[in-house]
């Protein structure tokens, strides 16, 4: 799960995929190896998806207090991110199905030379989420991070655009999904509705973008 830029909902749509198959008895957890703003008295994320998993996980290996970028946050702690250390936690993790949240967007860095993409190749998924917010400026996004994965991570299966609703509609909310297809961007686009994660009009949604993943 990863973003066209920071603060698009992807905690918020990742919490509907793993709720929708928790929901359907899957043994699932939801992940967030990379986190900053870890102040250790507000709800994470990491802590919103371990609420809805059906398997717990163990507590991830980068958990940052200050709310900045996470390779800004480890050089302050003095550490360095390691996508081997990321990707060794995602695969130990006991339940067969996992969905991992990126920290940031797709090229959103994690050190000097390593971003998100990185991560995401390495972790090399079944299925790729790209989430952003139904609002203008949507289409140059998705192109431009599609175009991204493609030239960065080209082994990887086709990612399905999962668009959130902003918190002030504009004029082209409502008619962004298929924009993005009529013009070719994407031929793949779910879109969510207001409301909690956990709602039953989100999680048929939810339930929508896992059918076209083909969980």
Not at 39 to 51: I, N
Not at 127 to 134: N, Q, R, S
């Amino acid at each position: 799960m990863v973003g066209t830029g920071t603060g698009v909902g992807k905690t918020h749509a990742s919490v509907a995929l793993v709720a929708a198959l928790a929901a359907r008895g899957a043994r699932v957890c939801g992940l967030k190896p990379i986190e900053s703003g870890v102040d250790g008295t507000s709800t994470t994320d990491a802590d919103q998806l371990a609420l809805v998993s059906s398997i717990q996980p163990e507590t991830a290996p980068y958990r940052f207090a200050e709310p900045v970028s996470p390779h800004l946050a480890a050089r302050r702690c003095g550490l360095t991110i390691s996508l081997d250390v990321a990707t060794a936690w995602v695969a130990r993790q006991r339940a067969p199905v996992v969905i991992v949240e990126s920290a940031g967007a797709l090229i959103s860095p994690l050190g000097p030379s390593l971003t998100n993409a990185d991560l995401v190749r390495a972790l090399a998924p079944d299925a790729l989420v790209l989430v952003g917010v139904d609002r203008l400026g949507i289409l140059h996004e998705v192109a431009c991070c599609l175009l991204a994965l493609r030239a960065l991570a080209p082994g990887l299966p086709p990612a399905l655009v999962l668009l959130n609703p902003p918190a002030v509609p504009d004029a082209s909310t409502g008619t962004n999904a298929g924009e993005l297809e009529s013009l070719g961007i994407t031929s793949n686009t779910v879109v969510m509705p207001r409301g909690a994660p956990t709602a039953p009009a989100s999680l048929a949604s939810a339930q929508l973008a896992l059918a076209r993943l083909g969980l």
